[in-house]
């Protein structure tokens, strides 16, 4: 029997092991999506026990924020709320959490906890519900006193050299500017621009949305739908020059109904009115908006992420006290792949198709996505359009394996642009490392069973390139 999570974790095979700890291992990490403040990052704050920084819970204001995958898995295990996003103490929430956790066989959370455990705390073992007591002592002495704690020692000692946070087009970017003014600290934080409400014409408090876009670029309102387009245009100019690297959208589908300016415009001004859009309208619009933004962001060099197949807040009554984002989403089918198509190729007629990355929630996709990368790849950029990290629910094992075999069949995996946290949290560096010992593991039986050539020096271009190059030349860091 294997010893839990030793040195070679998930390492099954000699080459594995080699792979990994002579090449990937060391390779420092580019975090090019993720939900991490800024703010936080610039004022190098402690965080005040572990609950704080592994389960968060409810703010002042009302709205929750925290880690949505750890609160899963304590509903699953009954839970009551109170314990997860409320207003119990952090020692009873944690303690609830140790007794869910050890029913997490197979989770990639119970591997991501333990992770965590081990490279930030110098803890060996693993949680229980029977040691919590002490882990939860040890831990919150570490991170009240040690110097390599606060957030941006953990940054460091995750040697993290690249953040790309999520920002909205409003933000005025004022923490990123300080930090790039900071020359004490080494690891590059940008702003990525992410126009969701600007796009989400259908949903409630567009109107309100608009009317503080157009504050953000001093004008007194947006009454166009070519207003709407100079304004997205200015707003990302600003973010490319406060180094924003990529661009991101999260939608539920990928809309493509081409649609006159004039059509689009009339659905914008109805909805500015207050009036309820018809499916056609909002794709109209919203594929407007696409184009145009797909074209500013081939002539800025900003690459364009698209996350689809989320079916999200889909339990009304905790959507209704909690708000977005608490754990309440599931995968969704959908067949917008030829939308998406549709929308690169319409780009490509005019040469203005950007740098992509398309991300589905639903690994049925995998293929589909695996076969379009192939027909938009461009002389000069290698890997231009790519196969997204496997993605929130797939970030497991046999996810993350299975959308790199998918990539490896049909494309080019060694071109592949690796890892990504999508976290707010700033222990999540370990998925990094969780991802590169599958990596090895996977790349390592292809040679072990004679499926590649031993052949050191293409495979430690392959991992380094992966884990690291890659992502390095595909966002100009």
């Known amino acids: ?44 704050g402690r965080f005040d026990d572990l609950a704080q920084i592994w389960l968060g819970g409810r703010t002042d204001g009302g709205s929750c924020f925290g880690d949505h995958y750890k609160w899963r898995i304590m509903r699953s295990n009954g839970v009551p709320e109170a314990y997860i996003t409320g207003g119990k103490d952090g020692y009873a929430r944690f303690e609830k959490f140790a007794g869910a956790l050890e029913l997490a066989i197979g989770n990639p959370m119970y591997h991501w906890c333990c ?54 087009p409003i933000d005025s970017l004022e923490w990123h500017k300080k930090l790039a003014a900071d020359s004490s600290f080494k690891c590059q934080v940008c702003p990525s621009f992410r126009p969701d409400k600007a796009l989400g014409i259908a949903n409630p408090g567009f109107a309100g949305y608009m009317a503080a876009l157009a504050q953000a670029t001093g004008r007194e309102r947006l009454e166009t739908l070519d207003d709407v387009r100079a304004a997205l245009l200015e707003r990302l100019e600003f973010f490319a020059a406060a180094g924003c690297r990529a661009a991101d959208h999260g939608l539920d589908a990928v809309p ?24 056609e309208e909002a794709e109209g619009y919203q594929t407007a908006v696409l184009l145009f933004l797909g074209r500013a962001y081939h002539r800025l060099d900003i690459v364009m992420q698209l996350h689809y197949s989320c079916l999200r807040n889909v339990n009304r009554k905790m959507y209704a006290a909690l708000g977005p984002d608490t754990g309440f989403d599931m995968i969704a089918p959908n067949e917008c792949i030829g939308s998406i198509a549709a929308l690169l190729s319409a780009l490509n007629d005019t040469d203005e198709c950007p740098k992509t990355i398309l ?97 050191e020096q293409a495979l430690s271009r ?15 860091i």
């Open 1 to 44: 029997m294997k010893p839990f999570m030793d040195r070679d974790f998930l390492l099954e095979s000699e080459t594995a092991r080699h792979l990994y700890h002579d090449y990937a291992a060391a390779m420092p990490l580019i975090d090019y999506h993720c939900h991490l403040s800024p703010r936080e990052i610039y004022e190098d």
């Open 115 to 168: 992770l965590e455990l081990h490279q930030y705390f110098g803890i060996d073992g693993y949680l229980t519900s029977r040691n919590c007591k002490n882990i939860w002592e040890h831990c919150n002495q570490m991170l009240r006193n040690d110097p390599q704690m606060t957030v941006r020692g953990l940054i460091r000692q995750s040697h993290v050299a690249f953040i790309g946070t999520t920002d909205d």
């Open 256 to 279: 493509f109904r081409p649609v006159s300016d004039e059509a689009a415009n009339a659905a914008y001004q109805k909805a500015l009115r207050g009036g309820a859009l018809s499916s």
């Open 359 to 455: 991300y589905s929630l639903n690994p049925s996709d995998n293929a589909q996505i695996g076969t379009l990368l192939g027909c938009f790849q461009s002389g000069g950029i290698p890997g231009k359009i790519q196969h997204g990290a496997a993605w929130w629910f797939n970030d497991t094992k046999t996810g993350m394996e299975a959308q790199m075999r998918s990539l490896a069949n049909l494309g080019l995996l060694g071109n592949f642009v690796g890892m990504l946290t999508d976290s707010r949290s700033f222990l999540s560096y370990t998925r990094h490392d969780y991802f590169r010992r599958i990596l090895c593991n996977l790349i390592g039986s292809w040679v072990e069973n004679g499926e590649y050539p031993n052949d």
């Open 462 to 476: 392959i991992v380094k390139g992966i884990c690291y190059h890659n992502a390095e030349r595909y966002f100009n």
